[in-house]
């Protein structure tokens, strides 16, 4: 976890910026705290600062390789893990795994060329920025950062509304695990989503009113050992339950016309949707441009920033690729054509119950603290503004002390708890009307895959090497971004088909499982 001086904005009340960052120490402060006599005393603070501060006179960073590459890792490793096992079973054995590796090329090659946008200008000497929106802004400027913001803030919003529907399908498994182990697979087991789901946005309701959450140190520990946890357990099941049955299910092309499934027997038309789908499950999993840039603002120098940041990349893709590889085909071997959209709530596995427990109870953990980080950036972006457009308004500046026994004094904003406590609402509204796990999914990951991982990243760095129109450099990625733009409108186009045919189906609030 990244801490607030990195990325959160000064806390303002009133109007009056009253929290400033601890992290920066700028030349005059230096001067202003000693009385420089001789010229051996201004050297000597000079070698002083250049040990403790970095170029931009903040605190000198202290990320390596492996400290790089393990953000990346916990960053990528996530709930996506959990359909991969179905999208491979749409695409099958032979265009799923190749799919996915050439997802891995693309974002390790796009990640490579934002990773040397990280300065503007020169990549070694020039000036940092701190942020995705940073970066876009120092490089592309006027109207595209307001696109990009746009785009970026969507997106984690739509995580939000993600979140929500894993979060509450797994703590659904917790109890239908227990169900299916007494009825030995015979009861169903059928229940309401929407009670989980309030639950879930009561706890975040809560969660959401600490106003430095991203400060919490332990969060990433945790988060990290949940998503490891659960992620293995689904490989581990999958390997065990391919061993048992002493065969590997699945096909060449994927899922059969005319294979029943829980929505129906599929028609040649929705294969082709399930396939589309597929993709932008792929690009969620591996979805985390948006956080490299704050990932390399933690790396030490020298060597120069981007060249840690192309092996961290290389490893860290290769690491959650062959993972990805092992946790999606192992699924498929598993259950073929019947491979869950969820691997650890669809219940392919009955046995053992009280690993599946822990399994889904891994997920609510990592999702309770996962929905408080995407959606900071989204908090902060909003409580900055409004702080700047309503500066006089107590409501929206001023801050409250309130007592806690045996905590002590908490600080309360109004604008804040009404704020965040409505996001947290609408989110889980939205989330109890479109309760499909798989489809908004794959929506999240073809919102953000093209011009999040792809079109700006390309962007920036061309506009950073000055290339020309129409040189054989700029034909080249005018071809790649096209392709992948192709790729997610078709995953788009996927996902909203899933929408509609469930919707033929589904009564609002009345989602059972």
Not at 103 to 125: H, K
Not at 214 to 232: E, G, P, R
Not at 291 to 301: A, G, P, Y
Not at 455 to 473: A, G, H, R
């Amino acid at each position: 976890m990244l801490p607030r001086s990195r990325t959160m904005p000064s806390r303002i009340h009133h109007g009056v910026v009253v929290e400033e960052r601890q992290d920066i120490m700028n030349y005059s402060q230096v001067e202003a705290r000693t009385n420089v006599d001789t010229e051996t005393q201004a050297m000597s603070i000079e070698t002083s600062y250049s040990k403790s501060f970095d170029d931009d006179g903040r605190l000198k960073r202290t990320g390596t390789l492996w400290t790089a590459s393990s953000h990346i890792v916990t960053a990528v490793i996530g709930s996506g893990v959990l359909s991969l096992a179905w999208a491979i079973g749409q695409l099958g054995w032979v265009a799923g795994p190749i799919i996915m590796i050439l997802f891995a090329f693309v974002i390790l090659y796009t990640s490579n060329l934002l990773s040397q946008c990280y300065r503007s200008g020169d990549p070694v000497t020039g000036p940092r920025n701190y942020t995705y929106m940073d970066t876009v802004k120092a490089h592309l400027g006027g109207r595209k950062v307001k696109i990009c913001g746009m785009i970026q803030y969507a997106n984690l919003f739509g995580v939000a509304i993600g979140y929500t529907i894993a979060a509450s399908v797994s703590m659904m498994a917790l109890k239908r695990s227990n169900c299916f182990h007494k009825s030995k697979g015979k009861d169903p087991c059928h229940m309401s989503s929407n009670g989980y789901m309030i639950t879930f946005g009561i706890i975040e309701i809560l969660f959401s009113q600490i106003p430095d959450f991203d400060q919490v140190w332990w969060l990433s520990i945790v988060a990290a050992v949940m998503s490891f946890t659960y992620s293995f357990v689904g490989l581990a099941l999958g390997i065990v339950e391919t061993t048992e049955n002493k065969e590997i299910k699945g096909s060449l092309t994927g899922i059969s016309i005319g294979a029943v499934t829980h929505g129906g027997t599929v028609t040649a038309t929705q294969k082709l949707w399930r396939s589309f789908q597929a993709l932008g499950a792929i690009a969620f999993a591996y979805s985390y441009s948006v956080i490299l840039i704050e990932i390399q603002d933690t790396v030490k120098t020298p060597p120069a920033e981007y060249k840690t940041m192309k092996k961290a990349t290389c490893l860290s893709i290769f690491v959650t690729t062959t993972f990805y590889m092992l946790c999606g085909c192992m699924g498929y071997a598993a259950f073929g054509d019947e491979a869950p959209g969820n691997l650890l709530t669809g219940f392919g596995f009955y046995e053992p119950y009280w690993l599946l427990d822990v399994a889904n109870m891994a997920i609510v953990v990592h999702l309770v603290g996962a929905y408080q980080v995407y959606c900071q950036p989204l908090f902060a972006f909003v409580e900055k503004w409004s702080a700047k457009r309503w500066s006089k308004s107590n409501f929206v500046t001023a801050e409250y002390d309130f007592p806690i026994p045996f905590y002590g004094v908490f600080q309360v904003n109004l604008f804040r708890v009404v704020w965040r406590t409505t996001f947290v609402i609408i989110t889980t509204v939205l989330a109890m009307l479109l309760p499909f796990f798989n489809d908004v999914v794959g929506l999240l990951g073809a919102i953000g895959f093209w011009p999040l991982t792809v079109y700006f990243p390309i962007e920036m760095y061309m506009s950073q090497k000055k290339i020309k129109k129409w040189t054989s450099q700029w034909v080249g990625f005018q071809i790649l971004s096209f392709g992948c733009l192709l790729v997610s409108v078709a995953a788009a186009v996927g996902s909203v088909a899933g929408v509609v045919l469930d919707l033929k189906t589904y009564k609002p609030f009345k989602t059972s499982y």
